[in-house]
C-alpha cells in the first residue's frame, strides 16, 4: 500500500488514537444511536414478554450463529490488514482487505437469505412488536455492514494502485474504516443475542 512508516515498520505518531481526526465522535454518536435502541427493545420486551419469546423462537439461531462468525472472522482479516499496513506489508495488507470485504458481502447474503425466508413466511415488521425491532436493528445494522464493505472494496481498489508520499494518509483512512468495522462487528455481539438467544 505504499505506507510510510519509520523504524522496524512502525508507524509516525504510533501514541495517536487510529484514524482521522474525528472519526471517534462519529462513532460514539453511532454507538449512543444503538445504545437507545437498544434500551428501548428491552423495555418493549419486558412490556410484552410472551409475544416476544414467542417471536424470538421462530429465529434461525443456526444462521444468526453463522453471522456472528461471519463478521468475526471479518473483523479479524481487517485487524491484519492494518497490522500489515503498518509494517509495510502492502500485498498481505491487500488479502486481509480482500477477505474482509468479501466476508463482509457473505453476510449480506446470508442476512437476505434470512429476510427471504420470513417475508415468505409472512413476516414483516407490522407483524408484532418484536419483528418489528428485529427488522429495524438488523436494517440499520446491515446498512452498516454493506457500508463498511463498500469502503473496504474501495481501499482495497485504492492499495492495487502505486501511491507514493501519501502512505501516512492511506494508514490514516485504513485505520478509519477498520475501526468503523470493528463497531459494526461490536453491534453484531450485541444484538445476536438480544434478539436471537436472550429468554
Not at 454507538?31 to 418493549?44: A, G, P, T
Not at 502505486?162 to 475501526?179: C, I, K, Q, R, Y
Request: with cysteine.
Amino acid at each position: 500500500m505504499g505506507l510510510t512508516t519509520t523504524g522496524r515498520g512502525r508507524p509516525r505518531n504510533a501514541g495517536r488514537l487510529p484514524g482521522v481526526e474525528g472519526i471517534w465522535v462519529f462513532l460514539g454518536a453511532d454507538l449512543v444511536i444503538f445504545c437507545v435502541l437498544f434500551v428501548s427493545f428491552m423495555k418493549d420486551r419486558t412490556a410484552q414478554p410472551a409475544l416476544f419469546e414467542r417471536s424470538r423462537l421462530t429465529l434461525s439461531h443456526t444462521l444468526g450463529g453463522a453471522d456472528t462468525l461471519i463478521l468475526l472472522t471479518s473483523s479479524w482479516l481487517v485487524a491484519l490488514a492494518v497490522e500489515a499496513a503498518r509494517g509495510d506489508e502492502p500485498k498481505r495488507s491487500r488479502i486481509c482487505l480482500a477477505g474482509g470485504s468479501l466476508a463482509g458481502a457473505v453476510f449480506v447474503l446470508s442476512k437476505s437469505v434470512e429476510y427471504g425466508e420470513k417475508f415468505a413466511a409472512g413476516v414483516t415488521p407490522a407483524t408484532d412488536s418484536f419483528f418489528m425491532w428485529y427488522f429495524t436493528l438488523t436494517g440499520m445494522h446491515l446498512a452498516h455492514v454493506v457500508v463498511g464493505s463498500c469502503l473496504l472494496a474501495a481501499l482495497w481498489a485504492r492499495s492495487r494502485k502505486s501511491a507514493h508520499g501519501d502512505g501516512e494518509h492511506v494508514l490514516l483512512l485504513l485505520e478509519s474504516v477498520a475501526s468503523f468495522w470493528h463497531l459494526v462487528d461490536l453491534l453484531w455481539i450485541i444484538m445476536f443475542p438480544l434478539l436471537y438467544l436472550t429468554r
